[in-house]
């Protein structure tokens, strides 16, 4: 259950001094006060505790965050990072939550939720970009073509941010996240900030360095090529959509593809070979449409949608010996569900 403000409700403020480096070191909240809302003194920023992720991930299961926040600002998002130091919780990084698959238990420590980072620059005439963390893909590449800016069409049909884009290097097309990316600046655990080019991030197929670390993306620039007719590149766009519309299933709940692509073989393709299609475990489905898409028809929860995972891996290990490794990212306690 979400927990939320009333208006007679004052919930415990915490100071924020005017430095880049915020200190938390004297918040140690006891058992009972963490049961309240912290709100960061001077900002609209709370941190809530006991969040249901269900409505926070596109497969619609998850079962509650510890704590939960949605920084607006880069000083409220450094805050949040230190109030976690400060209580020795762990992070864990949120964006869209297309591509997440979370347990039914939840998530211990600090949810830190990136949707709220959308602060956009676009230079028109050298093509530049730069924008916030919590963008979302299908809206950025819209405004792209809307202005001229060619090289981001790909993107319409990606349900995720620029900052997971930037981690998963993401794409569809045959364009990707690496291919125009310029740098992405990173918030790291103790504070400090870094410029990450694609080389540091060392790029490959749906995966880059940040993957596995509590490294925040705040914000990434973009290269594309300006001075393009608005109309020709929002036609161009609209195809890409209409594409992923009419061939992936995107009727009900899913995290979009679920299995990265082994070399030389199509991963929808094995598990359409297997027999797959259509098999379900509790309420989660393997789409008749699209067999790298798993559903949520309605009643899932989280171990139906692990237990299908599993059973998709062992089937297409029998048959080909072929490990199909997972593009949604598998968080939280999944032992014994």
């Not at 919930?11 to 009972?32: G, W």
Request: aromatic share 8%; net charge positive; glycine share 10%.
């Amino acid at each position: 259950m979400i927990n939320t403000m009333t208006l007679s409700y004052d919930p415990p403020q915490v100071a924020i001094p005017q430095t880049v480096r915020l200190s938390f070191e004297s918040l140690k909240y006891s058992t009972q006060s963490a049961a309240q809302p912290v709100r960061l003194l001077g900002t609209d920023c709370l941190i809530k505790p006991h969040v249901t992720l269900a409505a926070h991930t596109s497969f619609r299961v998850g079962g509650p965050a510890q704590w939960y926040v949605t920084p607006q600002r880069f000083a409220e998002l450094q805050a949040s990072f230190e109030w976690a130091q400060a209580q020795a919780l762990p992070i864990t990084l949120l964006g869209a939550g297309s591509n997440l698959l979370i347990s039914d238990r939840g998530l211990p420590g600090l949810v830190i939720s990136t949707r709220r980072l959308r602060q956009n620059q676009f230079n028109l005439s050298s093509g530049e970009v730069t924008v916030g963390a919590g963008e979302p893909l299908p809206r950025l590449a819209w405004q792209m073509a809307e202005r001229g800016l060619q090289g981001m069409e790909w993107a319409v049909g990606i349900p995720g941010t620029v900052g997971g884009a930037v981690v998963m290097n993401a794409g569809a097309h045959g364009g990707c996240t690496a291919d125009y990316l310029v740098n992405a600046h990173v918030l790291l655990p103790d504070g400090t900030t870094k410029i990450l080019t694609p080389q540091d991030l060392r790029y490959r197929y749906r995966t880059s360095a940040l993957q596995g670390k509590n490294w925040l993306v705040t914000q990434a620039t973009f290269q594309l090529q300006p001075g393009f007719d608005p109309a020709t590149l929002t036609d161009l766009t609209n195809q890409h959509y209409k594409h992923r519309r009419t061939t992936q299933p995107y009727h009900l709940p899913s995290c979009g593809s679920v299995f990265r692509n082994p070399i030389g073989h199509k991963a929808g393709c094995l598990i359409e070979q297997a027999g797959l299609k259509g098999y379900q475990i509790g309420g989660a489905q393997i789409a008749e449409r699209h067999a790298n898409f798993i559903l949520n028809c309605g009643n899932a929860v989280a171990s139906d949608i692990f237990r299908l995972i599993q059973h998709v891996q062992q089937q297409v290990e029998q048959r080909w010996s072929l490990n199909l490794e997972t593009e949604v990212k598998i968080l939280g306690d999944f032992q014994a569900l």
